[in-house]
């Protein structure tokens, strides 16, 4: 029998991951709520878990940002000199006003609030 190396392995142990969550969300609303909550604390109770929410709106500022959303529907314009900080407050605002849609995915709920507070003009 052949031997499998390492990143073989790797890359079949992804292909399943991916295969068997492909429809599901990473993350929704109130999980990226708890995270961004805990990010703005004084002391974070977990510092990963603050630190990917944050890049998580980071990410998807940087992957939609002048674009529409093919499937989303959202359009958001940033302004030229918005810092990540902002980006967060805002999200959470959004996620704080809106408690009934935190059931959603998390991209699509960041989509949103960047559509409400950056429209483009």
């Not at 990010?39 to 990917?52: I, N, P």
């Not at 000199?81 to 805002?90: C, T």
């Not at 605002?93 to 809106?98: A, F, H, S």
């Not at 935190?102 to 949103?112: D, E, F, M």
Request: charged share 20%; glycine share 6%.
């Amino acid at each position: 029998m052949p031997k499998t190396s390492a990143p073989a392995k790797l890359l079949v142990l992804a292909a399943l991951v991916i295969s068997t969550s492909a429809n599901a969300a990473f993350l929704d609303g109130n999980d990226l709520y708890e995270r961004l909550t805990d990010y703005k604390r004084e002391t974070s109770r977990s510092l990963v878990s603050a630190s990917m929410a944050f890049g998580f709106v980071v990410g998807v500022a940087d992957t939609w940002n002048g674009q529409a959303g093919a499937k989303s529907g959202y359009m958001f314009c940033l302004p030229k000199n918005v810092k990540a900080g902002q980006l967060v407050d805002v999200v959470l605002e959004y996620l704080r006003t809106n408690p009934a849609d935190r059931h959603y995915s998390a991209g699509s709920l960041v989509q949103a609030s960047f559509d409400t507070a950056f429209p483009c003009r």
